[in-house]
T-cell receptor, first 112, second 112 residues
Framework: GIQVEQSPPDLILQEGANSTLRCNFS?????LQWFHQNPWGQLINLFY???GTKQNGRLSATTVATERYSLLYISSSQTTDSGVYFC??????????????FGKGTHLIIQP | NAGVTQTPKFQVLKTGQSMTLQCAQD?????MYWYRQDPGMGLRLIYY???????DKGEVPNGYNVSRLNKREFSLRLESAAPSQTSVYFC???????????FGPGTRLTVL
């Protein structure tokens, strides 16, 4: 089944810093999503990015499908960026094709 | 549009009790999903429904049943709750050209 590994597991930064979160995956990708889980537990869609680069404000993401990794960049961090960032790919270890397999996430804390 | 809604938000059960978690979406999506999230983990797929009238097991289906009541609604039932089912449960739906998944706010379930 698909394996999804995220790094680093934890990251503590000062407000205004930049960060790069990495997602490595074991299989070919046809659907990769990045999510932000805020401190209240809500899952917020950030990017759908099976390949290429996208930007949305201070956030951008790049997926290099041939090398099986994706990167999420956060620039000029704000305290509201705190939370857990998940990478997820279509397909799951049980063999089905339709659900998402999640990494364990990167827990980001932005200090004022 | 409300997106994906879930009820209840919180629930406490005793071992052996049963309950049904409700999920509804108003995005006219064909596919719906149930996931569970345990502390420090990503989400794991319990069951999914690719279309009205069909359901399939995910990675961790034991102890659960589902019903796709119609295109909008997908319920998850615990027939005899166990402490190992203490978790946060998320419902999701997907559709559109990329089949991107969108999540509800979650149900926090504690089984004593």
């Amino acid at each position: 089944g698909i394996q999804v590994e995220q790094s680093p597991p934890d990251l503590i930064l000062q407000e205004g810093a930049n960060s790069t979160l990495r997602c490595n995956f074991s299989d070919s990708v046809n659907n990769l999503q990045w999510f932000h889980q805020n401190p209240w537990g809500q899952l917020i869609n950030l990017f759908y990015i099976p390949s290429g680069t996208k930007q949305n404000g201070r956030l951008s993401a790049t997926t290099v499908a041939t090398e099986r990794y994706s990167l999420l960049y956060i620039s000029s961090s704000q305290t509201t960026d705190s939370g857990v960032y998940f990478c997820a790919l279509r397909g799951y270890s049980g063999g089905g094709a339709d659900g998402l397999t999640f990494g364990k996430g990167t827990h980001l804390i932005i200090q004022p | 549009n409300a997106g994906v809604t879930q009820t209840p938000k919180f629930q406490v059960l005793k071992t052996g009790q049963s309950m049904t978690l409700q999920c509804a979406q108003d995005m006219n999506h064909n596919s719906m999903y149930w996931y569970r999230q345990d502390p420090g983990m990503g989400l794991r797929l319990i069951y999914y429904s690719a279309s009205e009238g069909t359901t399939d097991k995910g990675e961790v289906p034991n102890g659960y049943n589902v019903s796709r009541l119609n295109k909008r609604e997908f319920s998850l039932r615990l027939e005899s709750a166990a402490p190992s089912q203490t978790s946060v449960y998320f419902c999701a739906s997907s559709g559109g050209p990329h089949n991107e998944q969108f999540f509800g706010p979650g149900t926090r379930l504690t089984v004593l």
